[in-house]
């Protein structure tokens, strides 16, 4: 797992957000002293873990203090998703599904990433989205660690809706759905670039429709839908996509093996992770206390949701 800098890789993110060395190591530097006075968080010192903040954030330190602020707040609020994470031989089954797949190589060099969901991949009577999500963001998290490219481009979600039973359906509470979301749009240290919904047939739409409207009602997430996975090659590369989908990037077997490589280095990183976290009483200013009640759907009005 690295633990420092990558090498000017830092290139790739130039022509998206001006960034170089230099703006990296300073920018570094001072979210560690901002830390240091800052006794209500304990956050995780992983340089590239800070660095996919601020490269979230476009490298404005204010914006970044917000939202590790709120990444590690939200702990307590969602901690059916944030805590407790482990890569444990329940989880590895979970993945093994194939539910979540990140093919081998990105969009293009200087491009963000791909993730397939394909949410019919487990049994209802074993796993609930609970543990579907709290996978999900670990394998986000891993990746912007990992990847520069994914920490300055972001990801574009693929989510295969097809043979989704009624039963899988049902299980998703809205307040899961909403904090899902909320974590995404203001705390997390990556950006979903698009959401597609792909084999969403016409008689699941009023399902789909009944699930979103417990999304909060303005968010910047764009969906897109059809009706079969055919079209979503007017949006992406067929290259970018695996062979299952009649892409040429790689079988999903071979996707899953590589990951579940990358995963496994991850395991103490993830034991120790509920170290990690907000004390309130030490808080000095109470700002992101009321925004983080926003964040957890007590109150507060957000983006537009878009659906295409």
């Not at 957000?17 to 990296?24: G, V």
């Not at 601020?54 to 914006?63: A, H, M, S, W």
């Not at 990951?259 to 000095?284: C, H, P």
Request: proline share 6%; charged share 25%; aromatic share 10%.
């Amino acid at each position: 797992m690295p633990n420092k800098l990558p090498p000017p890789n830092v290139d790739i993110a130039k022509t998206v957000q001006n960034e170089n060395r230099e703006l990296c190591e300073e920018n570094l530097a001072a979210l560690q002293i901002w830390l240091k006075k800052t006794p209500h968080l304990k956050v995780r010192q992983n340089p590239n873990l800070l660095l996919a903040f601020l490269r979230c954030c476009r490298f404005d330190l204010e914006e970044t203090k917000k939202r590790l602020d709120g990444f590690y707040s939200l702990k307590a609020g969602f901690p059916e998703v944030l805590m407790q994470r482990r890569l444990d031989e329940h989880l590895m089954t979970l993945y093994r599904s194939g539910i979540h797949t990140i093919p081998l190589n990105p969009i293009s060099p200087d491009g963000p990433r791909l993730v397939i969901s394909q949410f019919s991949k487990y049994d209802p009577k074993i796993f609930n989205p609970k543990d579907i999500y709290k996978l999900l963001f670990m394998l986000l998290e891993i990746m912007a660690v990992e990847e520069s490219n994914v920490s300055a481009y972001g990801i574009v979600h693929i989510v295969d809706v097809r043979d989704v039973s009624m039963e899988q359906m049902m299980q998703y509470h809205p307040s899961l759905l909403k904090k899902s979301w909320m974590l995404m749009e203001h705390c997390f240290p990556l950006r979903v670039n698009e959401i597609h919904l792909i084999n969403m047939r016409k008689e699941r739409r009023a399902m789909f429709n009944f699930v979103t409207s417990f999304l909060p009602k303005k968010m910047s997430l764009k969906f897109i839908v059809h009706e079969k996975a055919e079209d979503l090659y007017a949006h992406i590369p067929r290259d970018a996509m695996t062979v299952e989908y009649g892409g040429h990037n790689g079988y999903q077997f071979e996707s899953l093996k590589h990951w579940e490589s990358v995963m496994l280095k991850y395991q103490n990183y993830f034991a120790t992770d509920d170290n990690y976290g907000t004390n309130e009483k030490l808080r000095i200013s109470i700002g992101n206390s009321l925004e983080i009640s926003l964040l957890s759907g007590l109150n507060g009005s957000f983006r537009k949701l878009n659906v295409e």
